[in-house]
């Protein structure tokens, strides 16, 4: 199991934390420790309001101050991730509610804007409800994820009736935080640049298909991240920039007419200025990709040899980057396999058998309301 030693971690970065070491322990087949830390992440990030405490420290301070909650987008991987790993252990009733929860993070916005939206989601929603037996939320979640999508042919066309293995994939990294504007108070994201565009599946050798994305982590940082994060750290930086010239005005103005008391609240706007911070907060989750891909597979049951390749943005595969994995295929339609590119020109996966085991969390609570 992957170490969980947490020296100089700041109580209000206790969720980011988990959240870094969730990606970590996926990426080295560590599942019981993903879980566990996706578990006592989302249990932190669940309020999306921080407390009066922390508001009022803030004021003065610098955001960072505030317990790590994530931004939508950061909020839907985790639950994401929580209900892949919940699929991958048999609990479609879990990874259910994970997803649903995913979509109910995705929809909250204080502009009231671009609300379900998570492609992805919807997609993974879709296809374990179909496995479930509800075939009216499959077929409504399906939709909604090839309306959002409609170029890609794997949102329209699979569905576990016709393939028996889903694989998802992280390709490339992004999106990260970095401070601009006056002050410094302005949020902006940016994509590092990704060499993969996307991944092949060969079955014994002989080529599969190919991923097609899902939902692009960037768009879902600027669309919900940017316009919220923007106007808080704008209006901020308004504010101490006013009380600023209101400082001087009214220091000079008791100066001149020799009034204490004009003097006294020009001081104290000035100093009020000075003490405020408007820094943005640029906390984020760094080892999140750019983007989500999905692919569904038909492999005849038994022993086989996957082998994953990383394909350019001209669709040729990237030489040395390619890696096999050996499998035993089930015969029931629900196995899901997750794949990651874009560390160190390096293939991960978590492709191997979940051993059954104890209850590894509470079960998740029913989604607050209907989807549909």
């Known amino acids: 199991m992957l170490g969980q030693g947490r020296e ?37 990030m669940g309020p ?7 508001n009022a420290r803030a004021i003065f301070g610098q955001e960072s101050t505030k317990t790590w909650k994530g931004d939508p987008y950061e ?10 790993l919940y699929w991958r252990r048999g609990d479609l009733d879990n990874a259910s509610a994970c997803f649903k929860r995913g979509l109910l993070a995705d929809g909250w916005s204080e ?35 090839a309306e959002l999508r409609p170029g890609n042919p794997w949102l329209v066309e699979a569905r576990p009736d016709r393939f028996n293995v889903l694989v998802v994939a992280d390709i490339g990294r992004g999106p990260f935080k970095y401070a601009d504007g006056a ?27 190919r991923s097609e994305p899902a939902t692009d982590l960037t768009y879902q940082a600027i669309t919900r991240g940017k316009r919220v994060l923007d106007g808080i750290r704008a209006g901020k930086a308004v504010f101490k920039t006013g009380t600023a010239v209101a400082g001087i005005i009214v220091l ?6 020799n009034k204490g ?5 020009g001081a104290g706007l000035l100093l009020l200025s000075v003490l405020t911070r408007a820094e943005a907060d640029t906390r984020c989750w760094v080892q999140l990709p750019a983007e989500i891909h999905v692919l569904p597979l038909s492999i005849d049951p038994g022993r086989r040899r996957l082998t994953v390749r990383a394909l350019a943005a001209d669709g040729a595969p990237i030489p040395g980057w390619e890696r096999d994995f050996e499998v035993e295929v089930p015969p029931s339609p629900d196995t899901v396999y997750w794949f990651r590119t874009g560390l160190n020109r390096r293939i991960f996966g978590l492709t191997g058998p979940v051993a059954p085991a104890e209850p590894i969390a509470a079960p998740e609570p029913p989604a607050a309301r209907p989807l549909q």
Not at 27 to 38: I, M, Y
Not at 186 to 209: K, N, Q, T, W
Request: proline residues 4%; charged residues 30%; negative net charge.
């Open 183 to 209: 002050d410094g108070s302005l949020v902006r994201f940016a994509r590092p640049p990704s060499e993969e565009r996307g991944i092949e599946i060969l079955v014994d050798g002989v080529p599969m298909g």
């Open 261 to 265: 008391e004009l003097v006294a609240l």
């Open 75 to 84: 909020r839907c991987m985790n639950a994401l991730y929580k209900g892949l």
């Open 252 to 257: 000079d103005e008791g100066l001149r007419k």
């Open 48 to 54: 999306l309001e921080s407390t009066s405490a922390e």
């Open 111 to 145: 502009a009231g804007e671009h609300q379900r939206d998570f492609e992805a989601l919807a997609y993974l929603l879709g296809w374990v409800s179909a496995l479930r037996g509800e075939p009216e939320q499959a077929a409504f979640s399906f939709r909604e994820a």
């Open 8 to 44: 100089g971690i700041a109580p209000e970065d206790e969720a980011l934390y988990r959240c870094e070491l969730a990606s970590a322990a996926m990426a080295v087949g560590d599942e019981e420790t993903a879980f566990r830390a996706l578990d006592g992440a989302s249990r932190i």
